[in-house]
């Protein structure tokens, strides 16, 4: 009897794989055998797709049944592969015909009724299927608000195994995807209802114009969380591919919008202080799934109160900001995933926290336990400091209430300093002055030696580390692009250099 063939999709993190699943009828007693690193909830599905083929008013084989899905040894996790494996068995037992099948991926998991219930990770499945050279997909009708992103595949939307049965006898039964909302909303809250500090609006668009890490200290109530939570508005829409790599984490994580799926925003983060290091940068047994800085890729991460988050959460986060992913090993695999988001910390000087500094009431060694929170080596990745000073008058006619710039006005010199850093490093495959190596800064793009003269004086006297000197010169880079001249100045650089000096939380 011959063998019958379907395909589906296994993922690694973001990455995926076709996995070809075999169905062979005959040999022996009859019985049902899945071979190929199936782990716990896919060896039920042996159950599942029988129960479900049965409803279906479809017959089930009386033989020997083996199930092998390929490569054989690649881990299989989920429940995803239900679909595939019921149609690989009814074409194993000429029940429907396989004309259909090749170049058709299957997704999703079945219900005991036959139901094609949802499962997570649907879009980067597709996008890993198309990248294969897949072209067509049966994925479940409840998915196809993700799956019709994917540009290039025929997408078909199945609600019951019944209809993918009838599609494969040539009827016309599945559902088509409607064009996707690809549209932009802009609804972040605007830099207009901040009152006051100057230097932290400065250093906010600074951050946004670069892509700089920020630390914003201060006393409660001065705005610090108003200010992190405009800088989302600041950051340039997503391009097409970015969307798409920040929505396929999201997908992963089962958390899209089923109205507007693509997030073309940069995303805004806000972990309370007691989420653990698995659900900060991501784990899980078996297989790790994303955590919440991937969830913040390609936009902000915040960190209110980040004096209250332990030690080793905050230092969790080092390699991430230094290489824009996270690598997790776990037994069954390791899987990699992106993680190139904006670090914004806010915290305030002491535990006791009041509104002026005299009224402070902690000790010296209590103060220094507190900020001991935020160690040396992650401070030196942290480019902007602000310390924050309380408001002195509400008064509309007082000059911290004058005429706050909305964010509009500082999103467009934003962007256009961003489009000048765009087109020096393009050639490098760098988009932001943050991304930019150290050594390149150094060589191909060395300034001269009066230009950094303070940088060098500074090593000298161990002020400054060598990684420290290298950001304070990508400071320098997206001030320069911020007053439009070519290179950096010396008042660029010193001025890149007083934004890291050490504030009362470093």
């Known amino acids: 009897m011959p ?9 690694l993190g973001l990455d995926g794989r076709v996995i070809e699943v075999e169905a062979d009828l005959g040999g022996g007693l009859p019985g049902m055998k899945l071979v190929g690193l199936p782990d716990a909830g896919l060896r039920e599905a042996k159950d599942r797709v029988r129960s479900a083929v049965r409803n279906s008013a479809e017959p089930w084989p009386g033989e020997k049944l083996t199930l092998g899905l390929s490569p054989a040894d690649l881990p299989k996790l989920g429940s995803g592969y239900d679909l595939a ?13 396989s004309t259909r099948l090749p170049g058709t991926v299957m997704l999703g998991e079945l219900s005991l009724d036959g139901r094609v219930r949802e499962i997570r990770g649907v879009l980067p499945g597709l996008l890993a299927a198309r990248k294969a050279g897949m072209k067509r997909a049966v994925v ?18 199945a609600g019951r195994l019944s209809e993918v049965v009838a599609w494969l006898r040539g009827e016309d039964v599945l559902t088509r995807p409607d064009k996707p909302d690809v549209s932009t909303h802009n609804e972040t809250p605007d830099l207009a209802d901040v009152i006051g500090q100057p230097e932290a609006r400065w ?5 946004a114009a670069g892509g700089h890490h920020v630390l914003l200290t201060g006393p409660p109530g001065v705005g610090k969380t108003m200010l992190a939570k405009r800088l989302p508005g600041l950051l340039p829409s997503l391009s097409l591919e970015e969307a798409l790599e920040v929505t396929a984490v999201h997908s992963l994580h089962g958390s899209l919008s089923r109205t507007a799926p693509l997030i073309t925003l940069p995303p805004f983060v806000a972990p309370h202080h007691t989420v653990s290091v698995a659900a900060l940068v991501g784990g899980g047994s078996g297989l790790a799934m994303p955590g919440l800085i991937s969830q913040a890729h390609r936009g902000v991460l915040f960190l209110d109160e980040a004096c209250e988050f332990d030690a080793p959460r905050l230092d969790s986060l080092r390699t991430a900001l230094e290489e824009g992913e996270i690598r997790i090993a776990r ?26 500094e005299i009224d402070c009431t902690c000790t010296p060694m209590a103060k220094r336990r507190y900020l001991s929170k935020l160690s040396g080596p992650l401070m030196d990745r942290v480019d902007l400091r602000v310390q924050m000073r309380p408001i002195t008058a509400m008064s509309t006619h007082s000059a911290a209430y004058e005429s706050p710039e909305p964010t509009a006005s500082v999103r467009d010199r934003v962007l256009a300093a961003r489009d000048r850093a765009t087109a020096r490093w393009s ?14 800064l150094r060589r191909e793009f060395a300034l001269p030696r009066d230009t950094t003269a303070i940088l060098d004086r ?14 304070c010169l990508r400071i320098a880079w997206t001030l320069a692009d911020l007053a439009k001249t070519p290179r950096p100045e010396p008042d660029h650089v010193a001025a890149a250099l007083q934004f890291r000096a050490r504030s009362a939380a470093a």
């Open 458 to 471: 500074g090593l000298d006297r161990g002020t400054l580390t060598a990684r420290g000197a290298d950001r």
């Open 3 to 11: 063998i019958g063939h379907a395909w589906s999709v296994a993922l």
């Open 427 to 440: 050639a490098h495959g760098w988009r932001t002055n943050a991304e930019v190596p150290g050594p390149a």
């Open 140 to 157: 479940p009708v409840h998915s196809l608000f993700e799956a019709a992103l994917v540009e290039g595949v025929e997408i078909f939307g």
């Open 85 to 97: 494996i019921a149609v690989a068995v009814l074409a194993a037992a000429s029940t429907v015909p």
């Open 203 to 207: 250093a906010l668009e600074v951050a």
């Open 331 to 356: 037994a069954k695999a390791a899987v990699c995933y992106p993680a190139r988001f904006q670090l914004v910390l806010a915290t305030n000087t002491c535990p006791c926290a009041p509104a002026r």
